[in-house]
Nanobody, 124 residues
Framework: QEQLVESGGGLVQPGGSLRLSCIDS????????MGWFRQAPGKVREFVAS????????IYSDSVKGRFTISRDNAKNTLSLQMNNVKAEDTARYYC?????????????????WGQGTQVTVSS
């Protein structure tokens, strides 16, 4: 049974940094594109970043480009999101997601596996 488990969320001050991690078990992690999405209270879930299964470059939403970095370790079935220079508008619950596709995508419908999320709150 597939399971995605996120960790690393918490309270961080504006301008600070945070690193999220996601461990994927029970699926072919190394052959699947992976992504991060987020959802703030009262808002729809939105795309943050995605990486292809192997090689290739990531894609990012315009709102996080230049501040967040997505990475993966296929040997450890781990996906990470390094968040730098965070802003109040980054406050949301962050979800790790796995796709059946090899290529990165911002479409939530392309992801078939989702974690329970980890809360990130940016506040002074």
């Amino acid at each position: 049974q597939e399971q995605l488990v996120e960790s690393g969320g918490g309270l961080v001050q504006p301008g600070g940094s945070l690193r999220l991690s996601c461990i994927d078990s029970g699926r072919t992690f190394s052959s699947s594109a992976m992504g991060w999405f987020r959802q703030a209270p009262g808002k729809v879930r939105e795309f943050v970043a995605s990486l292809p299964a192997t090689g290739g470059g990531p894609i990012y939403s315009d709102s996080v480009k230049g501040r967040f970095t997505i990475s993966r370790d296929n040997a450890k079935n781990t996906l990470s999101l390094q968040m730098n220079n965070v802003k109040a508008e980054d406050t949301a619950r962050y979800y790790c997601a796995g796709s059946l596709s090899y290529h990165p995508t911002s479409r939530a419908a392309a992801y078939t596996a989702w974690g329970q999320g980890t809360q990130v709150t940016v506040s002074s």
